[in-house]
């Protein structure tokens, strides 16, 4: 069986787990609390040197981290991800576009304003607003983000998208995206964030 | 022929211009000075909505953003990227750690400091340092960053850490980073990153 490093309330985890449950496998969860440091000891650090979960443990020992390449990793072979070369590169592109126009600003707002009660500063909540309208725009034509099915570009993005508004977003402006939501939530399989660990 | 929508001191866009080279891939060039704003015209815009170079586009029309996701399009198939699962997900790996924990730091630090003159906040140089530390640790026991041979992981991570010193980091204490650069720059079919925009 493999082994899942993950810290429950976290978007990247949930991406993993949502993949996982789709794919019908079953994983032993190790909670790493990121609240309490434990992804900053030594021994985490012997697991995953740049100290973030998730982390993917393979039976054999062999680990992989980042989450949108455990994804890649768990979709390879699967309907999740496309087969034809363009399209699977389009659905990269989607999961590049998260960890680095969407992910720094959606998930990072969401972190500061549920998790720390801080303020959020202006630039940070703009920065997330437009990587929402690129989805908008996106969405306005299609159903999900590649190929017109299901993928884990839409995996990746709805982990973080559904609980914007926790930092803060509203998207009353983007129904293109709150559809797109709808349609994820009611794909075989789907899980919910888990919110135990939220206090 | 492909096009490459570009900015020629970008280490996003140096990445495929690199790799383009050591495929011996011929393509065409459309420089967009992203200094003038000439990613942010509604024409460049409908290239790519999210407004950054560089893209790729086919001679069909069909056009891929986002570096890396362009990388791993071009390099399926090839030397330059494994065919084992695992592999190819830790290739993966290390291009998703570059995008999320070494070019927000190392990158934006280069353009603050070598573009715009403007002094890098410490937190920026420390998390800089801390990605370095990652790939310092990771190279004592490999030549490379995966399997062994060189990688589109190694053209991902090469593209800002050779000119990591222009936004004020010094590689002194990271023998294991300076061998790597020079194995990496001793590859058949290497191009330097182009300076002719430096001013």
Redesign the interface.
């Known amino acids: 069986m493999v082994t899942l490093y993950d810290y429950l309330p976290s978007g990247n985890g949930y991406k993993v787990r949502l993949l996982l449950s789709q794919l019908g496998v079953r994983f032993r969860l190790v909670e790493k609390d990121i609240m309490k440091g434990e992804t900053r000891t030594p021994d985490f650090l012997a697991i995953n ?2 100290g973030r979960i998730p982390v993917l443990e ?1 039976e054999d020992g ?1 680990r ?7 994804l ?2 768990l979709a ?1 072979g699967t309907r999740f991800l496309p087969e034809e ?2 399209a ?3 659905v ?2 989607w ?3 998260e ?3 969407h ?2 600003y959606i998930a990072v707002a969401r972190f500061w304003t549920h998790y720390l009660g801080k303020a959020v500063d202006a630039e940070k909540t703009e920065r997330g607003y437009q990587a929402l309208d ?1 989805m908008e ?2 969405l306005g034509v299609r159903q999900f983000f590649v190929g017109e099915r299901y993928t884990i570009a839409d995996v990746a993005l709805y982990a973080y998208t559904h609980v914007a508004h926790e930092g803060g977003f509203n998207l009353v402006a983007y129904p293109n995206v709150r559809a797109w939501l709808g349609r994820v939530a009611s794909e075989p399989g789907h899980v919910a964030i888990t919110r135990r660990q939220f206090g």
């Not at 992989?64 to 455990?70: F, K, M, T, V």
Request: glycine share 0%; aromatic share 16%.
């Open positions: 040197p740049n393979l062999r992989l981290a980042e989450s949108d390449a455990i890649f990793y390879e070369r363009l699977r590169a389009e990269l592109q999961m590049f576009f960890q680095y126009s992910e720094p690129v725009r996106h």
